[in-house]
């Protein structure tokens, strides 16, 4: 009886290499080599080479590139990548260390430059005053604004960055709370908040994308009262208003924090001293305090802007409750210095 081969069919007396061989076989264009543990070393090892000569190439002291770990490396160098890209060598003016840090050190806050995209493309020397963190140590956070930004703000923060993308040198402001350091948040009971104001500007021409960033001045407030937060009686002041925001009663120290007295307000509405930017918000908060039934609900607080009687714009957090009967809403104001 004649056997056949299960692979080729063929008598097994006939044909005995069609079996497949143990040991060695050479490599087939659908199966590469195993990387080996030698291979993988030497791979490692010419990574390892390349961060280091990236890391010897960035603008830092010596101390901090010691504390640099290859995920800080890497966002570093993309952060000097980016900057290079809207800022060539060629076109950024002649500025020596010793007068930028004398600069710096004259600045209420810090300096941020974002992307067109929210990417982290330079943030001044000095953040470690306002945050406690040094740049390095923010970058650890993530590479982008929002990484460094409070969570319930995010959504607020983007559509900001949106409109002033869409209307380049449109000035746009926004209040959030930035991450800080474990030391920070020990000392003062929490993040820090920040006040940014800034614009789109296109850095060269013709404008795209690519050659545009958002530059802000970060200047820090006092810290946001959390929910339920007495806090001291001297920075707020309370509003009374029926559901369409019309002022039916208000504190008298509404004069010290915005200049009013007591009767200029009442039968004003609430939206007639809002600024324009910060419409959308209120309007969000208002609607959820209409859409809670029970007494004394409260909505989430928001950061917003009042006019002032002297025509300028002071930052309030402003939390609103519905009223037994739920007829009428009162706000409470803590200005934000």
């Not at 079996?19 to 199966?31: D, H, V, Y």
């Not at 030698?38 to 000569?53: F, G, M, P, T, Y």
């Not at 950061?303 to 009967?325: E, K, Q």
Request: a positive charge.
């Amino acid at each position: 009886m004649t056997i056949f081969c299960s692979h080729c069919h063929r008598p097994l007396q006939a044909e005995m290499s069609c079996l497949p061989r143990r040991g060695k076989q050479a490599p087939s264009a659908s199966k590469p080599f195993r990387s080996t543990k030698s291979a993988s070393k030497a791979r490692r090892d010419q990574i390892n080479v390349e961060l280091q000569a990236l890391r010897s190439l960035l603008p830092i002291s010596a101390r901090e590139k010691e504390r640099l770990s290859y995920l800080h490396t890497m966002a570093l160098v993309c952060l000097r990548l980016r900057g290079a890209q809207l800022f060539p060598p060629d076109s950024a003016p002649p500025v020596g260390p010793a007068l930028g840090t004398e600069l710096l050190s004259l600045l209420p806050g810090f300096l941020l430059v974002l992307s067109a995209n929210g990417k982290l493309v330079y943030i001044s020397e000095n953040v470690d005053q306002v945050l406690g963190l040094s740049m390095v140590e923010l970058l650890a956070q993530g590479d982008t604004v929002f990484d460094i930004l409070d969570g319930r703000t995010c959504e607020d923060v983007r559509k900001k960055l949106l409109l002033a993308q869409e209307q380049p040198g449109r000035e746009v402001m926004f209040v959030s709370e930035m991450r800080t350091s474990k030391a920070f948040r020990l000392q003062h009971g929490g993040n820090q908040a920040v006040a940014v104001r800034g614009r789109f500007m296109a850095l060269r021409w013709p404008a795209s994308p690519s050659t545009t960033a958002f530059l802000a001045l970060c200047t820090p407030v006092v810290r946001l009262p959390a929910d339920g937060d007495a806090g001291s009686q001297d920075d707020l002041f309370q509003s009374t208003h029926i559901l369409d925001m019309m002022f039916i009663d208000v504190t008298e120290s509404v004069t010290y924090h915005l200049g009013y007295r007591r009767e200029e307000l009442i039968g004003q509405s609430w939206y007639s001293l809002l600024h324009p930017e910060d419409a959308d918000l209120a309007a969000a908060q208002h609607r959820a305090v209409g859409e809670l039934l029970g007494a004394g609900a409260a909505a989430e607080t928001a950061v917003l802007r009042l006019l002032r009687r002297d025509w300028t714009w002071t930052w309030l957090s402003v939390s609103a409750r519905r009223d037994c009967g739920g007829h009428s809403i009162t706000c409470t104001s803590r200005c934000l210095r």
